[in-house]
């Protein structure tokens, strides 16, 4: 990761069913989970569907509780450098520039980055890890994966993206794909097969900018992206009919409207500090056309300067869809956002700026990944080297921490690319900078084992 006229909005009621409520949507959120409307663990809630709207107008009387509400301190580093609770356990799957499998012909990528894990028919499952390589190094970036067997063998390694540069994050799509990012200027996204070797086809419908992450809202059938930019944008990209018809269980991806946010309380261009909003609460937003999608995004707003579409955010990063809102961070001002889709609102949900003296342990704020009962685990950039977790009363607290001998300069290394196993017992992740123990390399992919299912 790095250290526009619109038409006509399409309304929301086109594309999001309508469903019968008890209580009122703000009133169902402070319950479910985020006390001032973010999303909930309500995925184990009945009467709900998988996209958190209410079907039967009752709620249940509890919500689900969190799984990490009650972890311990970190102890001291373990055999492979890594700081953990008591219970968890941890062991190396890869280091970059080595064989993860003897006599396999994939050596592990440089610089790991954003990753995501899917089920194999045999009770496996696969763990897919991109490389941030840019353009300037001699060998490619592109994506590769690690097959696990259903016991957590070690099978196999070996790619599935080659020839492209900087790939950063991501995201896994519901028809069991892998979207790979390019965080270049004129960066596009590709689609992989994670469970076989190959190569990623490019999707230039979703843009030319510095993609960072992607994430797939499939009861609207919408894909929502961050860039990596100082003066990046929040986009979705709205596939046509034609693109994705009724009853299809996936989009060609290659016709549809590319969007961005914008406050719709702010100008054109403006942040949510430049146009004088509140960090805290809600703030009612917009869908903008892009102008020229088909030509890097960059370029287009140096064109246009103040008539660019959309608002500012500064260095977005990780993504995540969650049953009905959109969770996203933006690296520079160290903050977690919450887009629901239902109300077109969009709220901060950590501001490391305003967080209270015990909650501000999480800096440089990075991929997210969110359990099945709606616990945010962030990693971070730098910072402590860390995965956080924000729990649903919005407590942080620290999961995993990484040993970095570098720290400090600006060799200092991040944490990349947290996925759980398809069970939630285990967590991948990787040290991108990173050799054994922390010392200078080229990265080193991990495993934490839980002591219960996330």
């Not at 190569?199 to 992206?225: C, I, K, M, S, W």
């Not at 004088?276 to 995004?297: K, N, T, Y």
């Not at 398809?422 to 934490?448: C, K, M």
């Amino acid at each position: 990761m790095r250290r526009y006229d619109s038409a006509p909005e399409e309304p929301m009621s086109q594309l999001i069913p309508s469903a019968r409520r008890a209580w009122s949507r703000r009133e169902f959120m402070r319950y479910a989970f985020w006390s001032a409307g973010a999303a909930g663990a309500v995925t184990l809630l009945p009467g709900c569907s998988s996209s958190g709207a209410v079907d039967s107008g009752v709620l249940p009387p509890t919500a689900a509780r969190s799984r990490f509400a009650n972890l311990g301190p970190l102890g001291e580093p373990d055999v492979n450098g890594l700081r953990l609770p008591a219970g968890f356990s941890s062991s190396v799957v890869a280091v970059s520039g080595e064989l993860p499998v003897l006599g396999s012909a994939y050596v592990w990528h440089t610089f790991p980055d954003g990753g995501a894990t899917y089920a194999t028919p045999d009770g496996g499952w696969v763990y897919v890890s991109n490389s941030e390589v840019p353009a300037a190094v001699l060998v490619s970036g592109g994506a590769g994966a690690l097959k696990f067997a259903a016991d957590g063998t070690l099978e196999s390694a070996y790619g599935i993206l080659s020839g492209t540069s900087t790939n950063c994050a991501g995201g896994a799509t519901p028809w069991q794909t892998w979207l790979s990012c390019e965080e270049a200027d004129d960066g596009e996204v590709h689609e992989c097969n994670p469970f076989a070797p190959g190569n990623g086809v490019a999707l230039p419908a979703l843009g030319r900018f510095a993609h960072e992450a992607v994430a797939v809202d499939p009861d609207t059938r919408v894909l929502y992206l961050t860039e990596d930019e100082s003066d990046g944008r929040f986009y979705r990209f709205v596939p046509t009919a034609a693109d994705w018809p009724a009853g299809a269980t996936r989009p060609a991806l290659q016709d549809g409207r590319l969007q961005v946010l914008r406050f719709a309380g702010a100008p054109r261009g403006a942040t949510l500090d430049d146009a004088g909003l509140a960090v805290a609460g809600s703030h009612p937003v917009i869908w903008e056309d892009v102008a020229q999608p088909e030509v890097p995004q960059l370029t287009v707003r140096g064109a246009l300067g103040a008539e660019a579409p959309g608002s500012r955010f500064r260095g977005g990063e990780g993504l995540w869809y969650f049953n009905g809102f959109v969770y996203f961070s933006t690296k520079s001002d160290n903050r977690i956002w919450c887009y629901d889709r239902e109300r077109q609102t969009l709220e901060v949900i950590y501001d490391f700026a305003t967080a209270t003296p015990d909650n501000a342990i999480l800096s440089g704020v990075d991929n997210l990944v969110i359990s099945r009962t709606g616990d945010i685990l962030v990693a971070e950039d730098g910072g402590d080297m860390q995965i956080c977790v924000v729990l649903p009363d919005r407590r942080v607290v620290p999961l995993v921490q990484a040993s970095d001998n570098q720290a400090g300069t600006e060799l200092q290394s991040e944490i990349t690319g947290p996925a759980f196993s398809p069970d939630g017992r285990r967590l991948y992740f990787s040290a991108q900078r990173s050799g054994r123990n922390g010392l200078p390399g080229i990265g080193i992919t991990f495993e934490v084992t839980l002591p219960f299912s996330a």
